[in-house]
């Protein structure tokens, strides 16, 4: 078949700005895409994948190699707009990329600047709009839509110029679960349907699984390619380049690694079932086995110190708390209804929810940004509705989603220390809070007197984040503080919690999508649903209510679903399991119970 | 507090003021205005009063949305109708101490009031019939004889639209630095003016760096999407004039000529 994209030892160096050493962002990278192939590229932040988009699209041009699409040249600048209405990019931020003040505006853009005739305009519009699912949304302003409907928008102004291949940034990094969905299901869609070649750049596992190729990436250079079962076989050298696989996948290569005999590597949930129950036939354990191993040894210790924690005190009592947004007018909206919940001291609660399920109105009760409509919430003792919140926002510190956006400072030090100064600290008291906190998140002394604008990412979060610490609050509430990182990243700053928990005994208040996180670093989960609390329990009482949690709209971690799918088929499974290393104990001790040991 | 901000105050409807092209809109609206301003007599103050009226009822906009452009403004319409009741002078009605309240005065103080009243309607039943999309494309059109001058009509017009875009995501922005910022610690509320005006500082950076970030963003998704500028470029709703344009430009002259008319005729 045609080759869409071909790439000839291509470089690209970023010009040399500020003293830094110029940089190899994309350092002789060949690959050939095929038209019609749906191939996705992994890596971690940084490692040179949104400069590779750029590449393909002529937004850059190569320092060195050759990049041909649809065999014309991007160093060519007259073929330029022929590149660019092929090839269409999907970039990362959903709202940085529409232009017009109403959605068919919108779509109408790219066909605009090509010169289409107005009445094909139209139809280009219509029937794009239809093929992502959003023809009800026409007349919409983009500023009202969902971050996954304003995505599905941005593919639908491409498939307006009739691309070959559309290639997307990272533009499932900024959406909820539901929304990553729904733009995966369109790009699948246009894949088998319309042909078009689809090149996903992501960092998330689970949407390379059905792929027909996977690249690795790191330091600018493909480091691992093929199909994805053979790239997810590679599970160290994934962990390495600061990659993940699929926790199935995980399972089941711990459980080689202890010496079960398992054939392959599964990537999916459907193939872990089947593996999973050879396995346990094999090993004498069926349908009819009773369950007989110790629950203690499943969670992992963390999780069961949480039991110890049951009957400490409250730090946080919220009673019958209702808020109302914009209160009788026609925008009127209930975000909180009857909210009753008790945060344990000590203790890492998770927040789930859909979006716009009260989340974050929740949390932002609890330093008083948002006042009750009616119902009260006590911190430690200190009533939120008070008119001095001093003293509150002391004892509870909030860091928003995408933290790093508020930086401002001079110095990464001075923006650390912006909340401090208003204290009335000593120089020392200051100096030794700031050095606890950078020592805590990992930032190098050296960074204290740079710019925060000239950090990475992941730095500037961590700095964001160090900013609240040096408060010392009592309870450090985070709105999804993993959003857009890369699964090391977010492995880190999840590390950093437990040990901020385990050490201080700071009560951590987390919201996150991502259950595996959950799952594995949180004592206890509360669940929203539009505006209402549904549960709140341990983690795995919660988590083994798969069904309830689906029909809202929310997932479960692929281990706890995997043990409800076999204790489906009859087995004896181990609810509890939530991680992997529970999955690993969980197992490991049902298969030595079962009377049949290692192979 | 910024929630309750609504930009573009356009009414979806389908009445024969909608169905205009914008630049009839624009022109009329800026020749009623000037007329506005002509009106004398108050038999031709009752005339225009009487058009503009018409134009609202077949406008299909609800009587109160035409009416809320009035209310923030209600303050300085009374102010200045009042101020004119005050300092004008000729034959006195009544005095209260050195205060002389006359005939004059509280003529010209209804008349400045009708005046600004019947500006404010004209141009927010502009507003209220046009969305922002044709008002740009009608500004561009406007301006396009101009351009041979150096005007950059689709440039203006464009980052009209860019603008009129992102007004609500950064606003949405602000909103969350500021909650954000006094999650830290800051102080918005209390203090002096020098202090309070230095308390945005957080707000202000953070908010600037992101629009310029998203400014960068923009232009490289504009440029991807194949955008050079406005020449070659088709629009989706492409603005024309049609009878009806012609039809209510004609009903216009009439009554301008009506209203004015008189004037000539008997005062000559």
Not at chain 1, 116 to 121: D, F, T
Request: aromatic share 6%.
């Amino acid at each position: 078949m045609k080759e869409m994209i071909k790439t000839i030892d291509v470089c690209y160096e970023y010009k040399n700005i500020s003293g830094h050493n110029p940089a190899r962002a994309v350092n002789g990278i060949s690959i050939d895409i095929k038209q019609g192939e749906f191939v996705v590229v992994l890596g971690r932040n940084g490692s040179g994948k949104s400069t590779l988009a750029r590449l393909f699209n002529a937004l850059l041009i190569p320092t060195e190699g050759t990049v041909l699409i649809d065999g014309l040249d991007t160093k060519n600048g007259e073929v330029i707009w022929d590149i660019r209405k092929n090839l269409g990019l999907v970039f990362q931020n959903p709202d940085n990329q529409l232009v017009s003040t109403t959605v068919e505006e919108d779509v109408a853009f790219g066909p605009e600047n090509l010169g289409v005739p107005p009445k094909e305009i139209r139809q280009r519009v219509d029937e794009s709009l239809k093929m992502v699912g959003m023809e009800n949304y026409a007349q919409f302003p983009p500023h009202l839509l969902s971050g996954g409907q304003k995505q599905r928008i941005a593919i639908a102004g491409i498939l307006a110029m009739e691309p070959k291949c559309i290639v997307l940034d990272e533009a499932t990094s900024m959406l909820d679960p539901k929304g990553r969905k729904e733009v995966m299901d369109v790009l699948a869609k246009l894949n088998k349907e319309k042909g078009i070649t689809v090149v996903l750049i992501t960092h998330h596992m689970n949407e390379a699984v059905e792929a027909d190729r996977v690249l690795v990436m790191e330091n600018g250079q493909i480091t691992l390619s093929g199909k994805p079962r053979a790239i997810f076989e590679n599970v160290e050298a994934l962990v390495r380049a600061g990659l993940d696989v699929p926790k199935v996948t995980a399972l089941a290569y711990e459980l080689k690694k202890k010496g079960y005999r398992i054939n392959g590597l599964p990537v999916t949930l459907d193939e872990m079932v089947s593996i999973l129950k050879e396995l346990l036939n094999s090993s004498g354990i069926d349908k009819n086995s009773k369950l007989n191993y110790s629950a203690n040894i499943v969670r992992n210790p963390d999780a069961n110190k949480l039991n110890n924690r049951a009957d400490n005190e409250d730090i946080i009592v919220i009673k019958d708390l209702n808020h109302v947004y914009m209160a009788e007018t026609t925008l009127e909206k209930k975000a909180l209804k009857n909210i009753n919940l008790t945060i344990k001291r000590g203790e890492i609660l998770g927040i789930i929810g859909h979006t716009g399920s009260g989340k974050s109105t929740l949390v932002q009760h609890f330093n008083g940004i948002l006042k009750p409509t009616s119902g009260s919430i006590t911190v430690d003792g200190l009533s939120a509705e008070k008119k001095d919140l001093k003293e509150l926002r002391k004892k509870v510190g909030l860091v928003f989603q995408y933290p790093e956006q508020q930086l401002f400072e001079e110095t990464v030090y001075k923006d650390i220390i912006f909340g401090l100064n208003k204290l009335g600290l000593t120089e020392e008291e200051t100096k030794r809070r700031v050095f606890h906190a950078i020592d805590l998140l990992g930032i190098s002394p050296d960074l204290l007197e740079k710019s925060p604008f000239e950090l990475s990412g992941g730095q500037k979060r961590r700095v964001a984040i160090a900013g609240v610490l040096v408060m010392e609050p009592k309870v450090l509430v985070l709105d999804e503080p993993t959003a857009g990182l890369d699964p090391k990243g977010s492995n880190e700053v999840f590390n950093i919690l437990s040990e901020l928990n385990r050490n201080e005994g700071t009560t951590i208040v987390i919201i996150s999508h991502n259950m595996d996180d959950i799952a594995a670093f949180c004592h206890r989960v509360a669940v929203m649903r539009d505006g209402e609390l549904m549960m709140c329990d341990t983690v795995d009482k919660v988590f083994t209510k798969a069904s309830e949690l689906k029909s809202w709209g929310l997932d479960v971690p692929q281990i706890a679903e995997l043990m409800g799918r076999m204790a489906q088929e009859g087995y004896p499974m181990p609810f509890e399991a939530m991680t992997v290393q529970d999955g690993v104990n969980a197992l490991d001790s049902l298969i030595k119970s079962g009377g049949i040991g290692h192979a | 507090m910024l929630d309750n901000i609504t930009l573009g105050q356009y009414i979806p409807g389908n009445s024969a003021l909608h169905r205009l092209d914008p630049r009839t809109k624009i022109i009329w609206t800026g020749i009623l205005m000037v007329a506005v301003f002509l009106l004398e007599t108050w038999q031709e103050y009752v005339m225009m009063g009487a058009f503009i009226l018409i134009l609202l009822m077949i406008s299909d906009v609800p009587l109160k949305q035409s009416l809320k452009g009035i209310k923030p403004l209600l303050f300085i319409l009374v102010l200045t109708a009042v101020l004119n009741i005050f300092f004008i002078g000729g034959t006195p009605i009544f005095t209260i101490g050195p205060v002389k309240i006359t005939y004059e005065g509280i003529y010209s103080a209804i008349k400045l009031f009708a005046r600004l009243v019947m500006l404010i309607i004209s141009a927010s039943l502009m507003t209220l019939t046009t969305t922002p999309i044709a008002m740009t494309d009608g500004i561009e059109k406007l301006l396009k004889p101009f351009e041979r001058i150096g005007v950059p009509a689709h440039e203006i017009a464009m980052m009209m639209s860019i603008a009129l875009r992102f007004i609500p995501t950064l606003l949405e922005e602000a909103q969350r630095i500021m909650k954000a910022q006094s999650s830290r610690g800051a102080d918005f509320d209390t203090g002096s003016i020098v202090s309070r005006v230095k308390s945005f500082i957080p707000v202000l950076v953070p908010l600037f760096v992101s629009a310029f970030k998203r400014a960068d963003e923009l232009a490289d998704a504009m440029e991807s999407r194949c955008y050079r500028g406005g020449k070659g470029r088709t629009r989706l709703k492409s603005i024309r004039f049609t009878k009806l344009d012609l039809s209510s430009s004609l009903i216009g002259v009439a009554f301008i000529a009506l209203t004015f008319g008189a004037r000539f005729i008997f005062n000559i």
